[in-house]
């Protein structure tokens, strides 16, 4: 008897997080589209230095969650502002040149996150290895970037996309299972930091498939 209350008590946990974590994924992205409209006429300068100040808030956010949820909530949501505001002119561009490529990519980065998501959360196997060749590889990711701004790589824009794509498969995997596993409420909004920035990259990484193939 105090086996099966316990594994109930481990189930109501898990549903709690899983809605609280995905209900802040949500928020977050309607942050980040408020964000991406207010600074739809930014230059890309500006985008970069709202690059750099999201990413601040992100770090911010690490070490408020240990200390207060509320204050880690509100990290979120201006992160996924600031976010928002930074990717604005790329999303500009795309709108302007290629409005179908935007919404193809919504709807891939939504199936996506689905089905990878739904995979992680379900499998039983430890996918701690998998974390960690993802990381590497998502670090010889931006390497590879790096070198294709200075020498011209042949379809370097498309393996970079595809490439991206393969490893944040794994991401998603992997943060999944670790909502999945996960039993303190007070991680929410790390976790659903974690799953926002998968959908985002994924999002990029088909905006810049779906908008070459115009």
Request: proline share 2%; with cysteine; hydrophobic share 55%.
């Amino acid at each position: 008897m105090d086996t099966a209350l316990t594994t109930q008590i481990e189930r109501d946990q898990s549903r709690a997080l899983f809605g609280q974590t995905m209900g802040l994924v949500a928020v977050t992205a309607g942050f980040f589209a408020l964000g991406a409209y207010l600074g739809r006429d930014l230059s890309y300068g500006a985008g970069w230095l709202c690059y750099i100040a999201a990413f601040a808030v992100l770090i911010g956010l690490n070490f408020a969650a240990a200390k207060s949820e509320q204050l880690a909530i509100g990290l979120l949501f201006g992160f996924g502002v600031l976010i928002g505001v930074g990717t604005a002119p790329v999303i500009a561009y795309y709108t302007s040149t290629n409005p179908q490529a935007v919404w193809q990519a919504g709807g891939a980065t939504a199936l996506f996150i689905a089905g990878f998501g739904a995979a992680g959360y379900a499998t039983r196997r430890d996918l701690s290895g998998l974390a960690r060749v993802s990381f590497w590889a998502l670090l010889l990711l931006i390497l590879f970037g790096l070198v294709s701004i200075f020498v011209r790589i042949p379809n370097g824009a498309l393996i970079y996309s595809i490439a991206g794509l393969v490893i944040f498969a794994g991401l998603v995997l992997v943060d999944f299972q670790r909502l999945r596993r996960t039993r303190d409420i007070r991680a929410a909004p790390l976790l659903a930091a974690s799953i926002f920035l998968d959908a985002l990259n994924v999002f990029l990484f088909f905006l810049r498939i779906f908008g070459n193939n115009r």
